[in-house]
């Protein structure tokens, strides 16, 4: 049995060799030899109290463990059975190098572009307000999470080995600090580069990859999926794994089409709220400035109002407000932070729950009425602007007090915000949820009601509004055969981590189907 102890350090002395040993002494039940070696496997900080530790938990180790190999056991999938992966998010890659694992050959196909041909377009969309369709902050390789911070969280285990995801990113080019962080993170500053190296193991043992190939329609004969359209030509298919993302409309569209089963399910939607960092840095380690060993400080708020949850979503410390829409004519936020997190911002989404009551309005739309209900909410909030995307924003005492702002303050958003009554632009169930559920969050923290804070609408893109049913042994779609629905377009992932968890899931599904027959 590995030996492990739990020692509390402070910041200062989080990098002191000297101290952390005296710390293993004193918590070490048993005698040590004078040189131990021992490694971090968790590290947390305990801001709970006036001062701020960290807390290490720490496993003795021979010597020869400091540096164990990594494990290679992917094999030459050039001439193997084959699987079609739509769609090269972490769920699309993840299944992919599974598939290598297993034997199998995947070619994906992704409507976007790769990372660094991607760039141009976010580009695009942040000095010029032009959208792409098809390469954006959400379309494109890596996914939404690539350019939208990175965070590597998720609240299950019981999905599959987080370990086993996190050795394979810092395999590819992730700090190892992923694998002690209670909250990992990686930054999309070093996101693209780990990806393209995904891509190039992917391609080194046989598997393929094809950008700028937009899935257009599906072929079914007695229930079983035989081919799909591809940029106007018929490619024919044994299986398909359907990856495509919370945001992909013309795919949820596609199966409704094809009347192949789709279910409306709830998610969120709201505002995402930005803070100066500092004042979110004071309020939780009571510190002015942090320490230099302190990240930039984060925050998490839920609680109930009319039986519907309000709640903080995609904490970004030292962040930026970014444009996440994947149609003109629309204005949706998210929020990213590079791996400094060094910004002067601190933005959160701030959301409610919505669920059928909500999307009333759209019932003939049927199991797409969330989805609708969804991009009505951004095309009004893009006509109240100027025609850029520029987003509608207020402060937020402002909006307390149902007031214009007469000035906004400095944001992150570098297409810029456009001082607006938000009240009159969310759907006023929505308006008055967030309001009551962040007078609630004042009464908790009275220093986070500001009006140094600045609310921009809007957070809509939470999780997909459709979940696409499957079969939970197979994977496979409840009525049509070779289908795979999969990760965050399919309702069964919230996340990087949590899609690549899945995605790996389908890969093993899939292969255990392949040596069954």
């Not at 962080?181 to 500053?189: E, K, L």
């Not at 409610?352 to 609708?372: H, S, W």
């Not at 850029?388 to 007090?401: E, G, I, K, S, V």
């Not at 795979?484 to 949590?498: D, H, K, Q, V």
């Amino acid at each position: 049995m590995p030996h492990i102890v739990d020692i509390k350090i402070s910041p200062d002395d989080l990098n002191n060799d000297v101290v952390i040993r005296q710390q293993i002494q004193n918590s070490f039940s048993g005698s040590l030899p004078e040189q131990f070696h021992y490694k971090i496997i968790r590290r947390n900080i305990d801001a709970r109290n006036k001062r701020v530790w960290f807390i290490l938990r720490i496993e003795l180790i021979e010597k020869s463990d400091l540096n164990p190999k990594q494990r290679v056991d992917y094999k030459n999938v050039k001439n193997a059975e084959e699987v079609h992966i739509i769609g090269a998010g972490p769920c699309g890659y993840f299944a992919a190098l599974q598939l290598i694992k297993n034997g199998l050959k995947p070619i994906i196909l992704e409507r976007g572009k790769d990372v660094k041909e991607r760039r141009r377009d976010l580009r695009a969309i942040q000095q010029s307000g032009l959208v792409n369709p098809h390469s954006n902050y959400c379309f494109g390789e890596g996914g939404a999470g690539t350019y939208s911070d990175g965070k590597l969280y998720t609240r299950s285990d019981k999905r599959g080995n987080i370990r086993d995801v996190l050795e394979v990113l810092v395999t590819h080019g992730a700090s190892d600090a992923i694998l002690i962080d209670v909250h990992p993170h990686i930054g999309s500053n070093k996101l693209p580069q780990i990806v393209q190296n995904i891509r190039e193991t992917i391609i080194h043992y046989g598997g393929e990859i094809h950008f700028n190939h937009f899935v257009e329609d599906f072929r079914l004969n007695a229930g079983k999926l035989i081919s799909i359209w591809v940029n106007g030509q018929s490619l024919k298919t044994k299986n398909v794994i359907l990856c495509t993302g919370h945001s992909a409309r013309d795919i949820f569209k596609l199966l409704e089409r094809n009347k192949i089963t789709i279910e409306c399910k709830d998610f969120a939607l709201g505002v995402r709220i930005e803070h100066p960092q500092q004042l979110i840095d004071t309020i939780q380690y009571k510190q002015n400035p942090r320490s230099l060993n302190l990240p930039a400080a984060a925050y998490s708020l839920s609680c109930q109002i009319q039986n519907k949850g309000v709640f903080s979503f995609c904490m970004c410390p030292g962040g930026l407000i970014v444009p996440a829409s994947t149609s003109p004519g629309e204005i949706v936020v998210n929020g990213m932070s590079l791996s400094r997190r060094d910004s002067p911002f601190a933005n959160s989404g701030m959301v409610t729950t919505v669920d059928n009551k909500d999307f009333e309005a759209f019932k003939n739309n049927k199991e797409l009425r969330g989805m609708f209900f969804q991009q009505s909410v951004e095309q009004k909030v893009f006509q109240a602007g100027n025609g850029t995307q520029a987003a509608p924003a207020q402060r937020l005492m402002d909006f307390m007090d149902l007031k214009l702002s007469s000035k906004l303050p400095d944001s992150s958003y570098i297409p810029g915000v456009l001082s607006c009554e938000l009240q009159d632009i969310l759907p006023k169930p929505i308006f008055k949820r967030l309001r009551e559920g962040l007078r609630y969050f004042g009464k908790k923290i009275p220093a986070y009601l500001t009006n140094e804070a600045i609310l921009v609408a809007t957070e809509s893109r939470t999780s997909s509004p459709v979940r696409i049913p499957r079969d939970p042994i197979t994977c496979q779609h409840i009525e049509i055969k070779n289908l795979y629905p999969s990760g965050e377009g399919a309702g069964y992932a919230g996340g990087i981590l949590s899609a690549a968890l899945d995605g790996i899931r389908v890969a093993d599904s899939i292969s255990r189907n392949f040596k069954s027959k």
